[in-house]
T-cell receptor
C-alpha cells in the first residue's frame, strides 16, 4: 500500500513569511500529484496539481522530486487567510481507483 | 466547483438505528467515494464505486454498505449505527465519464455530513 507522510505541524508563522511543507510518498508511478487545502470543519478543496515540471500559482509553488519521492508546497507572503490544513495526495494509478491522502500539515498564520 | 451535494448535512441518531447518507453529483463522473474524517486519523476510505453497480470496500468498511444504482447517486448506509460511527462523512467524485481506468484524476469533495450517534 502506498504511504504518504506529512509533518502534522502546526507551522506557526507571521504574516508575510514564506513557509514550505514537504510530503514524502512511496511506490507511485503517478505523473501528477495534488495539494488540497482544508479549512476547519469544511471539505478538502483542490489547491493545485503538481507535475514533474512543477507548478506555480500566484504565491503558491508546488514541486515534485521524483528521485527522492517527495512533493513540496511553498507559500510566499503568507496571509491570515492561508491558515488551514494542507493535504498532499498521491492519485490512483496502475489500475487502482484509490488515491492516498496524507494526514495533512496544519498552518497557522498570525498577525 | 464540481456539482456535488450531500444530504443530510447534519444528523443525530440513536444507537442501533439505520442511517442512509446520500451523495449526488451532476458531473457524470465515473468514480465516487465515501470517506470519514476523525481527529487524529485524517481521511479514511469507507467504500468506493467505479461505475453503476460497481462498488468495493475501503479500509474501514465494517458496519457500512453502499449502493449505486445510477451514475449520479451514491448511498452510504449504516445498518445499525454505533457511537464509533460518529464522524464527519465526505463524499468525493473523480474522473470524467467512462474512460479507461488508472488515470490520475483529482477528486472533488462534497460539503460533508456531520453524523452524531447517541
Amino acid at each position: 500500500r502506498k504511504e504518504v507522510e506529512q509533518d502534522p505541524g502546526p507551522f506557526n508563522v507571521p504574516e508575510g513569511a514564506t513557509v514550505a511543507f514537504n510530503c514524502t510518498y512511496s511506490n507511485s508511478a503517478s505523473q501528477s500529484f495534488f495539494w488540497y487545502r482544508q479549512d476547519c470543519r469544511k471539505e478538502p478543496k483542490l489547491l493545485m496539481s503538481v507535475y514533474s515540471s512543477g507548478n506555480e500559482d500566484g504565491r503558491f509553488t508546488a514541486q515534485l522530486n521524483r528521485a527522492s519521492q517527495y512533493i513540496s508546497l511553498l507559500i510566499r507572503d503568507s496571509k491570515l487567510s492561508d491558515s488551514a490544513t494542507y493535504l498532499c495526495v498521491v492519485p490512483a494509478s496502475g489500475g487502482s481507483y484509490i488515491p492516498t491522502f496524507g494526514r495533512g500539515t496544519s498552518l497557522i498564520v498570525h498577525p | 466547483d464540481a456539482g456535488i451535494t450531500q444530504s443530510p448535512r447534519h444528523k443525530v441518531t440513536e444507537t442501533g438505528t439505520p442511517v442512509t447518507l446520500r451523495c449526488h453529483q451532476t458531473e457524470n463522473h465515473r468514480y465516487m467515494y465515501w470517506y470519514r474524517q476523525d481527529p487524529g486519523h485524517g481521511l479514511r476510505l469507507i467504500h468506493y464505486s467505479y461505475g453503476v453497480k460497481d462498488t468495493d470496500k475501503g479500509e474501514v468498511s465494517d458496519g457500512y454498505s453502499v449502493s449505486r444504482s445510477k451514475t449520479e447517486d451514491f448511498l452510504l448506509t449504516l445498518e445499525s449505527a454505533t457511537s464509533s460511527q460518529t464522524s464527519v462523512y465526505f463524499c468525493a467524485i473523480s474522473g470524467s465519464g467512462y474512460e479507461s481506468v488508472g488515470v490520475s484524476y483529482e477528486q472533488y469533495f462534497g460539503p460533508g455530513t456531520r453524523l452524531t450517534v447517541t
